[in-house]
């Protein structure tokens, strides 16, 4: 059964038979050639007549398919017939729908002449001098004969059909005056057409983009040819390709098949994206992204969604079944801290994803660096400690997320000693005013940047951490302060298990050495060194300015009271407790009731407290190690050992449940 009557011959005919035959929902497509037709696709779902229609011939085929939905989607010169169509329509209660082509009226330029008609047209050629290249088509030819000595001005560009040959070359235009070719013709092709017949004006209808309009105009702009415009003789009303797909799609009840693309855009500009991008974002129905993102990509006329949420896409795209085309743009490149990752979890497999120039390729390119050996970061939207990895590696990238990122960088670099390190930045990428700088830290402090910009870092004296637990006690300043020694450290380090991003307390942090170790073991993690007495806290600060470790904070007081406001840790090394063990540990687990904990313990009463509370709070995976190291000296050229104290290292897990679930 016919749903839909198409009055096609255009582009937009074309490309609404494509859809209807996509979404295989029976049609009948009306064109006026046989080489309309062959245009058409084949489809069990179409039937295609070019069979010219009387508006009595119309009433009847509108009766016989029980008036199903009409879609006007002629030429916007055909007055005549579409007037039928409408006719035909009120007669026999067909619904009515007008496609329109977008309107490119603004494109014209100010040096562009327009006329009312062709009549009128050929008007104002008449007074001027020149070649002139008419694109108007074959049946306005007749027209132009009206021009003085028109056989040798006038080149007339029409279809290639035998038919349309015969009757130009009966009105005089023939050889190197008559070109026969079929479109769409591009910018570069009008061009070069213009400069080979030497034409000083280019006669058009303004036809719409899919018309070739805008190329043509952009031709004449290049060449400075004149374009003289013949405005449309109806001002209609109507709605565009899109819109009618979503009329179809809401009147049938049709789902959703679209295909998707997550394209990368490079930096921004259109020189910056790859061909593959550049047509994928041409061809799409729909845009989706970030504003700055979808506005800097999308041609006139062309949807946007303006949205970041992974599910609300899906959702939109689900609802919007008019939408065939649908391409998602993404800042750099898909796979370099991009949303791709998060859209493919959500919207499948059967996505295509296009690279694109990810920003620190086109940066280190702008600044002839290599990159090969950087390693590649961001700060944007996410927490990277960026001063730790600049002090532990020689080559850092990173993209910034706000405005005042590259100064905050700066002062950090100076406050941890990185005063002498080169820093490169990158503002607005790829557009006309992108702005590149070069200095030290001081040379950055109070500047404000873009709120999107990248920094690329070179510290040729990094510090190479150990790979080992088992800083030398030699390396720490000391004083008077207790000291977790070197060989106890490491085996209870080991014990810990830390992580790269663990959070850990140190209670009882005396010198810091357990601190110290600890923060430059979780890189990117953070250390509270907990401490109450005032010598030990000079001592602490004086060793965490001498690693210059920014991820280290040292906390002045008793625990555990010294310890509740502090955020949640993975893991704690108690080496004083001050004879609150319990109570220390029992913060500890509420805070996190599977925080990893090591204790060391050299009174055996503090022993004693801690096996106890081992037996009442809810801890597993104990386990007790005594360490008794000896260091040898050297008397009178001997090497005589030298006991250290016996050390007990007690190592446990929280069992995952809250005190207040556990027996007391």
């Known amino acids: 059964m016919c749903k839909v009557i198409v009055f096609a011959g255009t582009t937009e005919g074309r490309q609404l038979a494509e859809f209807l035959s996509r979404k295989e929902l029976p049609a009948l497509i009306c064109v006026a050639t046989e080489y309309g037709e062959q245009l058409l696709p084949s489809s069990d779902a179409l039937d295609i007549s070019h069979k010219r229609l009387t ?3 119309m009433e009847q085929l ?24 409408r006719k035909a329509c009120e007669k026999t209660g067909a619904s009515y729908v007008r496609i329109l082509r977008e309107n490119s009226e603004a494109a014209g330029s100010r040096e562009s002449l327009y006329a009312d008609s062709v009549e009128e047209a050929v008007g104002l050629l008449e007074h001027t001098e020149g070649n002139i290249l008419v694109t108007t088509g074959s049946k306005e030819a007749g027209k132009f004969t009206a021009l003085s000595d028109y056989k040798n001005r006038v080149f007339l560009r029409v279809l290639s059909l035998p038919n349309v040959a015969r009757q130009c070359a009966e009105l005089g235009f023939e050889g190197r005056n008559l070109i026969c070719m079929q479109g769409p013709f591009s910018t570069e092709l009008n061009v070069a057409m213009l400069r080979q017949l030497d034409c000083k004006y280019l006669v058009t209808k303004m036809s719409g983009s899919t018309g070739g309009f805008q190329e043509k105009i952009e031709a004449a702009k290049i060449c400075g040819c004149t374009p003289v415009i013949i405005g449309r003789p109806l001002k209609e009303e109507g709605i565009s390709v899109l819109q009618c797909k979503r009329l179809l799609c809401e009147r049938f009840s049709l789902s959703s098949q679209a295909e998707i693309t997550l ?35 999308a041609r006139r006329g062309q949807d946007i969604y303006v949205e970041y949420d992974s599910q609300k896409i899906a959702d939109y795209i689900q609802k919007h079944p008019e939408y065939e085309k649908v391409v998602l743009v993404l800042s750099g490149d898909t796979g370099f801290y991009s949303g791709a990752k998060k859209l493919l979890q959500v919207l499948g497999d059967k996505v295509k994803v296009i690279c694109g120039i990810p920003s620190p390729v086109y940066f280190m390119s702008r600044i002839k660096k290599s990159w090969d050996d950087v390693l590649l970061t961001s700060v944007h939207g996410k927490e990277e400690r960026l001063p730790w990895l600049i002090q532990t590696h020689e080559k850092v990238f990173s993209i910034l997320g706000t405005k005042d990122g590259i100064s905050g960088l700066a002062e950090k670099l100076l406050e941890i000693g990185l005063d002498e390190v080169q820093m490169y930045t990158g503002e607005r990428l790829s557009y006309d005013n992108e702005l590149l700088r070069r200095g030290t830290p001081k040379d950055f402090l109070n500047y404000e940047a873009d709120s999107l910009s990248v920094v690329y870092v070179e510290n040729p004296n990094y510090r190479r951490n150990f790979a080992t637990h088992g800083i030398p006690d030699s390396a720490f300043l000391r004083d008077k302060v207790p000291m ?9 380090l080991s014990k810990l298990r830390l992580y790269e991003n663990s959070v850990c307390y140190d209670v009882g942090a005396g010198t810091g050495s357990v601190s110290v170790e600890m923060a430059v073991r979780a890189g990117r993690g953070k250390v509270y060194a907990i401490e109450k007495k005032p010598l030990a806290i000079e001592v602490l600060q004086k060793n965490k300015a001498k690693f210059a470790l920014d991820n280290l904070e040292i906390i002045e007081g008793l625990a555990p009271e010294a310890m509740e406001d502090l955020e949640p840790c993975t893991h704690a090394f108690i080496g004083g407790s001050s004879g609150n063990m319990k109570e220390i540990i ?19 009463e ?34 005589m050992m030298t006991g250290e104290n016996p050390i007990y290292i007690i190592s446990c897990t929280g069992a995952g449940i809250s005190e207040m679930e556990s027996p007391e």
Request: hydrophobic residues 40%; contains cysteine; aromatic residues 2%.
């Open 55 to 57: 508006e009595i011939e």
């Open 263 to 297: 394209a990368g855009i490079g930096m921004g500009s259109a020189e910056s994206r790859t061909g593959e991008a550049q047509k994928a974002i041409q061809e799409a129905d729909l845009l989706i992204g970030a504003r700055r993102m979808v506005e800097s990509c």
């Open 62 to 85: 509108f009766q016989e398919k029980g008036a199903p939905l009409i879609l006007d989607a002629t030429h916007p010169y055909a007055a005549e017939v579409t007037e039928n169509i």
């Open 606 to 639: 503090t022993l004693s407290e801690t096996l106890q509370c081992l037996k009442e709070l809810p801890l597993t995976d104990t386990e007790i190690v005594q360490i008794a190291a000896s260091k040898a000296k050297s008397v009178v050229g001997y090497h």
């Open 586 to 604: 029992r913060l500890l687990l509420q805070k996190n009731p599977r925080v990893r904990i090591v204790i060391n313990c050299i009174a055996l």
């Open 484 to 492: 977790t020694k070197e060989e106890v450290r490491t085996v209870s």
